[in-house]
């Protein structure tokens, strides 16, 4: 396998050239006309995109192929290898509620499952709730080409399930109610919602159960016509001739809305947030038609979630300057912030991540030195106990559950070496309880595999920690292909966990390494802050200093290095490679967002103005517009000789829109000075998440795999 050899000359994408005046400066955009003046459309029904974009980006698909055509044997050999780690009737584990368990599980060949509950006493005979596989194929046969399960949730009273479904890839779901002893659907579904809902709890509420006309009330958020979640809505769905009522409307644009249950289940939470602010707006859950109030107003750069307990409201927060989060307290007839008392002072370089109460625990994942911890606190006693393991790397997670009057605790475990396990911890005696690990059908050996965590010095005197991935075999020489993955934004860190698919790369010699830069939370919160708006370029030079340290260790060798990166990573791997294209041997980069300066400029588009605060807003700030064009990866792209280069897009993504990695592409081409191929592959039946399906999804994992080899077979 080699790409000296190209089967033909890649398709060209037309210029037409436009010139953008932004505050006192002009850019010229030659590839703008790949953006569908239709987009919104096209969103919901991709068949509307314009002829010439759909030739242009079918042109691509075809020459991608035919690039990758001598790997169709090794992605074959990929797929069945990672479906082999996959055990084919899997099952999660069930998860308790009043007399129920409820789970989901994979029959063999499933690309779904199903969901079903136990009897939590007595007779373990499953009780289908829905057939997720049989619906996939229902849609199937109607001409769909797309499929994707959200959110599954059952009523109080165990009488009622509803779900939510995606049918396009645009992140725009229909949720479904239906009776569980009959199956029936019971009113007609709600569409043009972004998945999120919540049934209320006045079903058993004792002013309602006497009634003649019982009321069940679903809570669920709307998308507006730019895609944003915006609007809550709710309906009496016992009633068929109820309508829905409109309960809460986010005008600002930089605000999106979510919904929920409280911990305890008393209250219908609405969060409104951008990236650095948050606000609450409550709802007795017994009595949903009660008017929504608001726990505490927004304020900007504050962020704060309540979790009830009692009569009292924990709040973590980030209030009072407290960078890595504090734990406060008040009580719900007095929940604003002037009532909250610090419970949990802040700790800097202690990160708290997330929070869950129980009756009498509050339970707290913590994050310290780039490792997670659990913490346990007895809210009578005081008394506190941690939970934490001995590897260098390693993920830990809170799973929560339906019960809050419970003793037990369940948490997720894995290392890039174990395999993932379930434990159940009992609060109250120490007791743990392995509740499943995952298998491995083909096999597995730890000892097989090497995990490191070291730390590389970055230009600026900053030690970047670095999660590696090796065989026991591995011998420091520089030669090893290398597969760097690194993200860097939003604050979102990449756990050390287990991954199965990543074991065909490292068995074949492969160094697999995470990046930890600044714009995620891995040293805790300053760390997002030191890799954000004016900031943000150190997010890229670190990713290319780690590159180099890596070499530098004999790790690998610069221009051994396979640069992945997904989204925001995309934007990663795109500056990264404009800043050093030598450092690399290929690039990845998944539905890459890439137009920055242009996309940060278009307010219209559905996440640009809840976005401002991570990258600033170029129409009325000119060093925010400034420092984007100072990174933009598309801005950027100039002539010099860049490595072999997979692009990846959806036709119907809306959070990174196909014309950003289709323009990049086409500007790649034009000022490429080697003869690596730049190939771009748009999957025209799904959005940002890619293919659906537990095998379906393997595939694109297959040809990206297939491509960091084809690159590494270049280096021998």
Same mark, same amino acid.
Request: glycine residues 8%; proline residues 6%.
């Given at each position: 396998?080699?790409?000296?050899?190209?089967?033909?000359?890649?398709?060209?994408?037309?210029?037409?050239?436009?010139?953008?005046?932004?505050?006192?400066?002009?850019?010229?955009?030659?590839?703008?006309?790949? +953006?569908?003046?239709?987009?919104?459309?096209?969103?919901?029904?991709?068949?509307?995109?314009?002829?010439?974009?759909?030739?242009?980006?079918?042109?691509?698909?075809?020459?991608?192929?035919?690039?990758?055509?001598?790997?169709?044997?090794?992605?074959?050999?990929?797929?069945?290898?990672?479906?082999?780690?996959?055990?084919?009737?899997?099952?999660?584990?069930?998860?308790?509620?009043?007399?129920?368990?409820?789970?989901?599980?994979?029959?063999?060949?499933?690309?779904?499952?199903?969901?079903?509950? #136990?009897?939590?006493?007595?007779?373990?005979?499953?009780?289908?709730?829905?057939?997720?596989?049989?619906?996939?194929?229902?849609?199937?046969?109607?001409?769909?080409?797309?499929?994707?399960?959200?959110?599954?949730?059952?009523?109080?009273?165990?009488?009622?399930?509803?779900?939510?479904?995606?049918?396009?890839?645009?992140?725009?779901?229909?949720?479904?109610?239906?009776?569980?002893?009959?199956?029936?659907?019971?009113?007609?579904?709600?569409?043009?919602?972004?998945?999120?809902?919540?049934?209320?709890?006045?079903?058993?509420?004792?002013?309602?159960?006497?009634?003649?006309?019982?009321?069940?009330?679903?809570?669920?958020?709307?998308?507006?016509?730019?895609?944003?979640?915006?609007?809550?809505?709710?309906?009496?769905?016992?009633?068929?001739?109820?309508?829905?009522?409109?309960?809460?409307?986010?005008?600002?644009?930089?605000?999106?809305?979510?919904?929920?249950?409280?911990?305890?289940?008393?209250?219908?939470?609405?969060?409104?947030?951008?990236?650095?602010?948050?606000?609450?707006?409550?709802?007795?859950?017994?009595?949903?038609?009660?008017?929504?109030?608001?726990?505490?107003?927004?304020?900007?750069?504050?962020?704060?979630?309540?979790?009830?307990?009692?009569?009292?409201?924990?709040?973590?927060?980030?209030?009072?300057?407290?960078?890595?989060?504090?734990?406060?307290?008040?009580?719900?007839?007095?929940?604003?912030?002037?009532?909250?008392?610090?419970?949990?002072?802040?700790?800097?370089?202690?990160?708290?991540?997330?929070?869950?109460?129980?009756?009498?625990?509050?339970?707290?994942?913590?994050?310290?030195?780039?490792?997670?911890?659990?913490?346990?606190?007895?809210?009578?006693?005081?008394?506190?106990?941690?939970?934490?393991?001995?590897?260098?790397?390693?993920?830990?997670?809170?799973?929560?559950?339906?019960?809050?009057?419970?003793?037990?605790?369940?948490?997720?475990?894995?290392?890039?070496?174990?395999?993932?396990?379930?434990?159940?911890?009992?609060?109250?005696?120490?007791?743990?309880?392995?509740?499943?690990?995952?298998?491995?059908?083909?096999?597995?050996?730890?000892?097989?595999?090497?995990?490191?965590?070291?730390?590389?010095?970055?230009?600026?005197?900053?030690?970047?920690?670095?999660?590696?991935?090796?065989?026991?075999?591995? +011998?420091?020489?520089?030669?090893?292909?290398?597969?760097?993955?690194?993200?860097?934004?939003?604050?979102?860190?990449?756990?050390?966990?287990?991954?199965?698919?990543?074991?065909?790369?490292?068995?074949?010699?492969?160094?697999?390494?995470?990046?930890?830069?600044?714009?995620?939370?891995?040293?805790? &919160?300053?760390?997002?802050?030191?890799? +954000?708006?004016?900031?943000?370029?150190?997010?890229?030079?670190?990713?290319?200093?780690?590159?180099?340290?890596?070499?530098?260790? +004999?790790?690998?060798?610069?221009?051994?290095?396979?640069?992945?990166?997904?989204?925001?990573?995309?934007?990663?791997?795109?500056?990264?490679?404009?800043?050093?294209?030598?450092?690399?041997?290929?690039?990845?980069?998944?539905?890459?967002?890439?137009? #920055?300066?242009?996309?940060?400029?278009?307010?219209?588009?559905?996440?640009?103005?809840?976005?401002?605060?991570?990258?600033?807003?170029?129409?009325?700030?000119?060093?925010? &517009?400034?420092?984007?064009?100072?990174?933009?990866?598309?801005?950027?792209?100039?002539?010099?000789?860049?490595?072999?280069?997979?692009?990846?897009?959806?036709?119907?993504?809306?959070?990174?829109?196909?014309?950003?990695?289709?323009?990049?592409?086409?500007?790649?081409?034009?000022?490429?000075?080697?003869?690596?191929?730049?190939?771009?592959?748009?999957?025209?039946?799904?959005?940002?998440?890619?293919?659906?399906?537990?095998?379906?999804?393997?595939?694109?994992?297959?040809?990206?795999?297939?491509?960091?080899?084809?690159?590494?077979?270049?280096?021998?």
């Amino acid at each position: 396998m080699s790409f000296s050899q190209h089967p033909a000359p890649p398709p060209q994408a037309e210029k037409r050239p436009i010139k953008i005046k932004q505050l006192g400066r002009t850019r010229l955009d030659n590839y703008a006309w790949l +953006k569908d003046e239709n987009w919104r459309d096209v969103m919901n029904a991709p068949n509307l995109l314009d002829a010439d974009i759909r030739a242009y980006l079918e042109a691509q698909n075809i020459y991608t192929q035919a690039v990758m055509a001598d790997t169709k044997s090794l992605q074959a050999g990929l797929l069945a290898e990672m479906k082999g780690r996959i055990k084919d009737d899997d099952s999660s584990v069930p998860a308790p509620d009043g007399p129920w368990s409820y789970a989901h599980r994979f029959r063999p060949g499933d690309e779904h499952g199903e969901y079903y509950r #136990v009897k939590r006493e007595g007779t373990k005979n499953i009780h289908t709730l829905l057939d997720a596989d049989a619906l996939a194929h229902i849609s199937k046969e109607k001409g769909g080409s797309f499929f994707d399960i959200g959110a599954v949730s059952h009523s109080d009273d165990h009488k009622y399930l509803a779900y939510a479904v995606d049918l396009q890839g645009a992140e725009r779901y229909e949720i479904t109610i239906l009776d569980i002893e009959t199956g029936q659907v019971i009113s007609e579904p709600v569409k043009n919602t972004a998945g999120d809902f919540a049934f209320a709890n006045d079903l058993t509420n004792e002013l309602t159960s006497n009634r003649a006309s019982k009321s069940l009330t679903l809570f669920w958020v709307e998308r507006d016509d730019n895609n944003r979640p915006s609007k809550v809505w709710q309906k009496n769905i016992l009633d068929k001739a109820a309508k829905p009522a409109l309960v809460y409307h986010e005008k600002d644009a930089g605000f999106f809305v979510s919904l929920g249950r409280s911990d305890t289940g008393k209250y219908v939470e609405i969060n409104c947030h951008d990236h650095t602010s948050s606000e609450t707006w409550l709802i007795p859950a017994q009595t949903p038609k009660s008017v929504p109030f608001c726990a505490e107003p927004r304020l900007q750069d504050r962020e704060y979630d309540l979790h009830d307990h009692g009569a009292d409201f924990f709040v973590l927060t980030n209030a009072d300057q407290a960078t890595d989060f504090k734990i406060m307290h008040t009580k719900q007839a007095r929940p604003g912030a002037a009532n909250w008392e610090d419970f949990i002072p802040h700790t800097p370089g202690t990160l708290i991540l997330g929070l869950e109460t129980y009756q009498g625990y509050m339970v707290r994942l913590e994050r310290i030195n780039a490792l997670p911890r659990i913490i346990i606190r007895d809210l009578t006693t005081g008394a506190e106990t941690t939970i934490s393991f001995d590897e260098q790397a390693y993920a830990l997670g809170l799973l929560g559950g339906y019960e809050f009057k419970t003793k037990w605790l369940r948490f997720s475990y894995s290392s890039p070496t174990t395999p993932g396990q379930i434990f159940d911890y009992n609060m109250q005696t120490g007791e743990r309880i392995l509740r499943k690990t995952t298998q491995i059908p083909s096999g597995h050996n730890p000892e097989d595999y090497i995990t490191k965590r070291i730390h590389i010095k970055a230009r600026d005197g900053e030690d970047i920690p670095v999660t590696l991935i090796m065989g026991s075999g591995f +011998k420091n020489d520089g030669k090893a292909p290398c597969l760097l993955y690194g993200y860097g934004s939003y604050g979102i860190t990449i756990s050390a966990g287990f991954r199965t698919n990543l074991l065909s790369l490292i068995d074949r010699g492969f160094v697999y390494a995470i990046a930890h830069i600044r714009g995620g939370k891995a040293k805790g &919160y300053d760390w997002y802050t030191k890799g +954000k708006l004016k900031t943000k370029q150190a997010t890229f030079d670190d990713f290319v200093d780690v590159g180099r340290g890596l070499a530098r260790l +004999k790790y690998t060798g610069e221009g051994r290095i396979i640069a992945h990166g997904g989204s925001a990573g995309g934007l990663l791997v795109g500056a990264a490679v404009n800043q050093a294209p030598e450092l690399f041997g290929g690039v990845i980069a998944a539905v890459p967002f890439v137009d #920055v300066l242009n996309t940060m400029s278009d307010e219209s588009l559905p996440l640009t103005p809840p976005e401002w605060p991570e990258w600033g807003n170029p129409l009325t700030d000119e060093k925010a &517009y400034d420092t984007i064009a100072s990174y933009c990866p598309y801005t950027n792209v100039k002539d010099q000789a860049y490595p072999p280069m997979l692009i990846t897009a959806g036709l119907t993504d809306p959070r990174v829109t196909y014309w950003e990695p289709a323009k990049w592409a086409a500007k790649l081409r034009n000022h490429q000075m080697s003869d690596a191929p730049i190939l771009l592959k748009t999957n025209m039946d799904a959005g940002h998440q890619g293919e659906p399906g537990r095998y379906d999804s393997l595939k694109e994992t297959a040809f990206e795999y297939a491509f960091a080899i084809k690159v590494a077979e270049a280096f021998a």
